[in-house]
């Protein structure tokens, strides 16, 4: 856990779609390299200013291919950041995407296939039958993650690997008030494959995965790297998602995109962060955000405002380092006993 003075705010790096690959004996990543480098002096360059950064979030596509060489120049240059912004490296925490997993593997694999297929054709209701039938048995759950092993040796050091008893990771982050952010990674990967393309609506989370626990000051926030117009059952995953989590965070499109909702009196917020290594062409430059969180106390009115600042950082061409996008600040009301939401968000 982290824990925060009354008056500090919790600062979070988000990333995503780094797309690291093997190093190249030509030197043809020359711009990629120096994006990277940019990026990471504006991440320390905001962080400072905002008080440090207190964890950094990656919403999948680590890797280019799920390949070991590409993880351990992943690993290299998070450990830089957490170095170069004083942030812890247990306060790195990672989810999976499409460009983690191991496609050869699922290639040589009929086992693997045939788990696949069953959770891209079975009923979105189904889908949770399918994780049990699979991870529950001994010897079929040996291959549910053997395309994302790899990613899984990488994210260990993190704790950002899956398993047969942890299909999905959480972490809690202690806020200035004493209340708490649960943060709970979510596997969206887990069906990836050279189909993906065909079709957006293939992939899965499980609704049990998403069903978190309502408690009394905690709220939660969910990595997941493809978004919920990507997922056969996203009505059942957004259900629990859009009616429980006040920060719901996404990788995999590589524009940077902030939306507010509110539905039955329950306000939240989805984060895209855009891809720090984007292919090349139309809107194809480099993005992520900062968020800062700070919880004020209204003892008058007996409430709890969440205040969210996004940050979006945007790559510019022309001045060849990162500029500001917009700034967002929004504040959820929440009640001071139960932390609920009461009334309307101001903005």
């Known amino acids: 856990s982290i824990m925060s003075d009354p008056m500090s705010k919790i600062v979070l790096v988000h990333l995503s779609d780094i797309h690291f690959v093997k190093a190249s004996p030509a030197g043809l990543e020359v711009l990629d390299e120096d994006i990277r480098r940019e990026l990471k002096s504006d991440v320390v360059t905001q962080c400072d200013a905002l008080g440090g950064a207190h964890g950094i979030l990656v919403t999948g596509d680590i890797a280019y291919s799920g390949k070991v060489e590409e993880y351990k120049r992943a690993e290299e240059w998070l450990l830089e950041l957490c170095r170069d912004t004083r942030c812890g490296e247990q306060?790195?925490?990672?989810?999976?995407?499409?460009?983690?997993?191991?496609?050869?593997?699922?290639?040589?694999?009929?086992?693997l296939r045939d788990f696949q297929d069953k959770l891209r054709t079975k009923e979105p209701a189904q889908i949770d039958a399918v994780y049990k039938e699979y991870l529950t048995d001994a010897a079929a759950r040996?291959?549910?993650?053997?395309?994302?092993?790899?990613?899984?040796?990488?994210?260990?050091?993190f704790g950002g690997h899956f398993s047969h008893d942890r299909i999905h990771w959480e972490k809690d982050i202690v806020l200035n008030d004493g209340s708490k952010l649960r943060i709970r990674g979510l596997n969206s990967a887990i069906g990836c494959n050279k189909d993906d393309h065909k079709d957006t609506g293939k992939l899965t989370v499980g609704s049990s995965n998403c069903a978190v626990t309502r408690l009394d000051a905690h709220e939660y926030m969910t990595l997941c790297h493809h978004p919920p117009d990507w997922l056969r059952d996203s009505e059942e995953a957004t259900k629990y998602l859009n009616s429980r989590v006040r920060l719901q965070l996404y990788g995999h499109k590589h524009l940077s995109r902030i939306?507010?909702?509110?539905?039955?009196?329950?306000?939240?917020?989805?984060?895209?962060?855009?891809?720090?290594?984007?292919?090349?062409?139309?809107?194809?430059?480099?993005?992520y955000n900062v968020i800062a969180l700070h919880v004020s106390t209204d003892e008058t009115e007996k409430k709890r405002t969440l205040n969210v600042e996004i940050f979006p950082r945007i790559w510019d061409p022309g001045q060849t380092k990162f500029i500001i996008k917009i700034m967002s600040i929004l504040q959820l009301i929440l009640h001071k006993i139960k932390y609920k939401v009461i009334g309307k968000v101001c903005i």
Not at 100 to 110: E, F, H, K, P, T
Not at 142 to 157: E, G, H, R
């Open 142 to 157: 040996t291959i549910v993650y053997s395309a994302l092993q790899n990613y899984n040796d990488f994210a260990q050091k």
């Open 91 to 111: 306060n790195v925490w990672i989810i999976c995407g499409n460009h983690d997993v191991q496609r050869d593997v699922i290639a040589n694999s009929v086992s």
């Open 259 to 287: 939306v507010y909702s509110e539905e039955n009196g329950f306000a939240y917020m989805t984060l895209h962060a855009g891809a720090v290594n984007p292919d090349r062409g139309e809107n194809g430059v480099a993005r």
